[in-house]
């Protein structure tokens, strides 16, 4: 089993700053990619960030210069800093994790259950 917790969602103000984790714990060899998706009330899921093993980035064009995912393949975390927030960047944030179990094993997607940001005044 593999399991992945988030924390640091909150409530903060317009222009504010949020910085998410997410740890990855389990029967884990490796993992792949790892990153970051939203869905906010009404709408589809999207991605915002995602990481490669090698550390190589990929950005929503709605987060990029204010959104920077980081992670520690040693300790199998993810961090999204989040600056200059924005109410539109309200959302239920959703980590994810593309981790290979052994050796021979195929890539899965294993998901958090979500934290909640929420950007009001």
């Known amino acids: 089993q593999v399991q992945l917790v988030e924390s640091g969602g909150g409530l903060v103000q317009p222009g504010g700053s949020l910085r998410l984790s997410c740890a990855a714990s389990g029967r884990i060899f490796s993992i792949r990619n790892m990153g970051w998706y939203r869905q906010a009330p009404g709408k589809q899921r999207e991605l915002v960030a995602q990481?490669?093993?090698?550390?190589?980035?990929d950005y929503a064009d709605s987060v990029k210069g204010r959104f920077s995912i980081s992670r520690d393949n040693a300790k199998n975390t993810a961090s999204l800093e989040m600056i200059s927030l924005k109410p539109e960047d309200t959302a239920l944030f959703y980590c994810?994790?593309?981790?290979?179990?052994?050796?021979?094993?195929?890539?899965?997607?294993?998901w958090g259950q979500g934290t909640q940001v929420t950007v009001s005044s």
């Open positions: 994810y994790a593309e981790v290979i179990r052994w050796f021979f094993d195929p890539p899965r997607d294993y």
């Open positions: 990481i490669t093993s090698s550390g190589n980035t």
